[in-house]
């Protein structure tokens, strides 16, 4: 059974980089059928896609945090993680890695069909 | 950006009966359209993909229809697991995928 497990520091200073880790276990990160992913949820609120990277190091950004997000991946280590720069009181929120289909998923390509459990970070002044 | 907008946002409907949970898209889709239900302190579990295909173990009590920019999640009768909120994903333009705001249903 595939299982994702977010980690890193849940308090993070404003202007500061919050820096997030995600370990695969259960499969391989390097498997080319899937796509990795960070997406988030504010406390009560909806989801929103940060960005993903394929295990090759292709990585694709949402258009509204690119100039702020770094996806990385160790396939070494069976990891990818999220940077996110110069971080403020909006970006305290819960968020969650995962893993999305690609390719060979006919009619699928982008669905999400494996989630961590969250890992929630809060932005201090 | 295609912005999924659903409705109602919150609904309440009694054990047993049907409930019916709406997504429009900003522009078509086609039938790239997922949705996802999540509890409490959980994250959120793939239903339906295709716009109608059920995810693997889900109960068939659960349907989703539509294309284009209207889509559809119906549960037929619904079980006391069932109080969650619901949300609907568009991967048509990926890589930028985006989510509908959520529906919560909750028990009447």
């Known amino acids: 059974q595939l299982q994702l497990q977010e980690s890193g520091p849940g308090l993070v200073k404003s202007s500061e980089t919050l820096s997030l880790s995600c370990t695969v276990s259960?499969?391989?990160?390097?498997?080319?059928?899937?796509?990795w992913g960070w997406i988030r949820q504010p406390p009560g609120k909806g989801l929103e896609w940060i960005g993903s990277?394929?295990?090759?190091?292709?990585?694709y950004y949402n258009p509204s945090l690119k100039s702020r997000v770094t996806i990385s991946v160790d396939t070494s280590k069976n990891q990818f993680s999220l940077k996110v720069s110069s971080v403020t009181a909006a970006d305290t929120t819960l968020y969650y890695c995962?893993?999305?289909?690609?390719?060979?998923?006919?009619?699928?390509?982008?669905?999400?069909?494996?989630w961590g459990q969250g890992t929630l970070v809060t932005v201090s002044s | 950006e295609i912005v999924m907008t659903q409705s109602p946002a919150t609904l309440s409907v009694s054990p047993g009966e049907r409930a019916t949970l709406s997504c429009r898209a900003s522009?078509?889709?086609?039938?790239?359209l997922a949705w996802y239900q999540q509890k409490p302190g959980q994250a959120p579990r793939l239903l339906i993909y295709?716009?109608?295909t059920r995810a693997t173990g889900i109960p068939a009590r659960f349907s989703g229809s539509g294309s284009g920019t209207e889509f559809t999640l119906t549960i037929s009768s619904l079980q006391s697991e069932d109080f969650a909120v619901y949300y609907c994903?568009?991967?048509?333009?990926?890589?930028?995928?985006?989510f509908g705001q959520g529906t919560r249903l909750e028990i009447k």
């Open positions: 995962a893993r999305q289909l690609g390719l060979s998923a006919p009619g699928a390509f982008g669905v999400v069909d494996y």
């Open positions: 259960g499969g391989s990160i390097s498997n080319s059928n899937y796509y």
């Open positions: 990277i394929y295990y090759s190091g292709n990585t």
């Open positions: 522009q078509s889709v086609s039938n790239n």
């Open positions: 295709g716009a109608s």
């Open positions: 994903q568009q991967y048509n333009n990926w890589p930028t995928i985006t």
